[in-house]
């Protein structure tokens, strides 16, 4: 089966651009999660989505925004993008909203 | 407000030498998991384990064992016998269990070199 994937896999974009990114997450899961992760660091909670609705929400500003489809598949859109944006963005899926959670590759975003 | 801190930023070891990743953690719930996951340097993820705050038992699977010590807040991950290919970041991260709004925090991670 195949894992949790991610597109794009890399991004460069410029301040004040808009992003979206895209998950598709493994069969069968109906949860997902998004995190950002900077170097060095752990990651940073910013969504989940269980059965198409919001579960959580993490410490991010309302330039995040997220959906689930009826596919299960997810975006995060980032809008009117800042240099402190630049990160690695990890989608995770799982079966259930406090399950293990399954990880994708990641989308590398880059902001210039 | 949850935290989870592994205080090791960096350990190295040689080839079967023994080594414990420490995770100390905080949290308001009374209930709750902690997880351990790994990342090897090709990126991707690996689930290790998920333990329910209710159960205290220590658990091995193979060279892996975890210690969780309620009453210290600690779940400690230890390798035994560790091989090259257990170098890897580790994460510890912990989800509450009941509630409606769901936030899981996750450690900084430990990186683990293994030397040959």
């Known amino acids: 089966d195949a894992g949790v994937t991610q597109s794009p896999t890399h991004l460069i974009k410029t301040r004040g651009q808009h992003v979206t990114l895209r998950c598709s997450p493994i069969?069968?899961?109906?949860?997902v999660s998004w995190y950002q992760q900077v170097l060095g660091q752990g990651p940073q909670f910013i969504f989940q989505?269980?059965?198409?609705?919001?579960?959580g929400r993490g410490n991010f500003p309302d330039r995040f925004s997220a959906r689930q489809f009826p596919n299960y598949s997810s975006e995060l859109n980032v809008n009117a993008l800042l240099l402190g944006d630049s990160a690695l963005y990890l989608c995770a899926s799982s079966l259930g909203a406090r399950a293990e959670q399954f990880f994708g590759p990641g989308t590398r975003l880059t902001v210039l | 407000a949850q935290k989870v801190t592994q205080a090791q930023t960096e350990i190295s070891v040689v080839e079967k030498e023994d080594v414990t990743l420490d995770c100390v953690y905080e949290t308001r719930d009374t209930t709750y998991y902690l997880f351990w996951y790994k990342q090897p340097p090709s990126g991707e993820w690996v689930f290790l384990i998920r333990?329910?705050?209710?159960?205290?038992q220590n658990e091995i699977s193979g060279r892996y064992s975890w210690n969780f010590q309620k009453s210290t807040s600690s779940f400690n991950f230890t390798i035994t016998a560790s091989q090259v290919v257990d170098s890897a970041v580790y994460f510890c991260?912990?989800?509450?269990?009941?509630?409606?709004?769901?936030?899981?925090?996750f450690g900084r991670g430990t990186s683990l070199i293994v030397h040959p």
């Open positions: 069969s069968g899961h109906k949860s």
């Open positions: 989505y269980y059965e198409k609705e919001e579960r």
């Open positions: 991260a912990l989800n509450p269990q009941s509630g409606g709004s769901y936030i899981p925090t």
């Open positions: 333990r329910n705050s209710f159960d205290e």
